[in-house]
């Protein structure tokens, strides 16, 4: 018969040597513990990190340990998720053998790719960003190319302005009472009134 408390209690110890900085032991009754996992570092030091909690069931290792991802630090929603799935796809696999070991390391190289990924990320938004830079300045240094149809169009935009403020001068004038123009007015304007008047003084 197995003796489930004996192989827990092996495994403990050897998680204890394995990672003395981060292993902590929460209760006896049931086992609980926590093992915090970090990336190497990636860009600028960077490191993503989880703390992973496990409690043992009595029969474990025949049955699967529970697990929950308690903190995070660097991860998006989707990334916790990724290893909650991760450490159910591993702990069915294993099932039968003790399995924490394997389980933390699954979850370290998940992280590290998790690290690879966001330089990923950052490289590729900033390559997006300097493709939109480049295409504002390109826009700003070309204009709008004038094809006729957009000449037409703005050409139709600007005799309709002409025409509105030309309307608005003649209402303001006649407003003013200025479109009766004085005889002096008149003959600035017209200079055939000078000479038609000598003409019909002539006749």
């Known amino acids: ?4 408390s004996e192989e827990q ?18 209760s006896e009754k049931p086992t609980t513990f926590t093992i915090t996992v970090t990336s190497e570092a990636g860009e600028n030091d960077e490191t993503v990190q989880t703390t992973l909690k496990f409690t043992y069931r009595e029969k474990y290792p025949d049955e699967t340990p529970l697990y929950e991802v308690v903190s995070q630090e660097n991860l998006d929603d989707n990334d916790v ?4 799935k991760l450490l159910e796809q591993q702990a069915e696999e294993n099932l039968g053998m003790v399995m924490i070991f394997t389980l933390v390391s699954a979850v370290q190289e998940k992280l590290n790719e998790i690290v690879d990924q966001i330089k990923t990320r950052r490289e590729e938004e900033k390559k997006q960003k300097e493709r939109e830079a480049e295409e504002e300045e390109k826009q700003r240094f070309h204009g709008t ?19 509105e403020i030309k309307k608005k001068k003649m ?26 008047d000598i003409q019909f003084l002539e006749e």
Not at 1 to 4: E, G, I, L, Q
Not at 9 to 24: G, K
Not at 145 to 163: G, H, M, R, S, Y
């Open 1 to 4: 018969m197995t003796d489930y």
């Open 145 to 163: 190319p004038v094809t006729i149809e957009n000449f037409l169009n703005w050409k139709a935009k600007f005799d309709a302005e002409l025409l």
């Open 81 to 84: 998720t990724d290893v909650i």
């Open 9 to 26: 209690r092996n495994e403990l110890e050897a998680l204890e040597s394995i990672y003395p900085d981060s292993f902590t032991v929460l």
């Open 171 to 196: 209402k303001e004038e006649e407003q003013a009472g200025k479109n009766k123009l004085s005889g002096k007015q008149l003959f600035e304007m017209d200079h055939n009134l000078d000479t038609s």
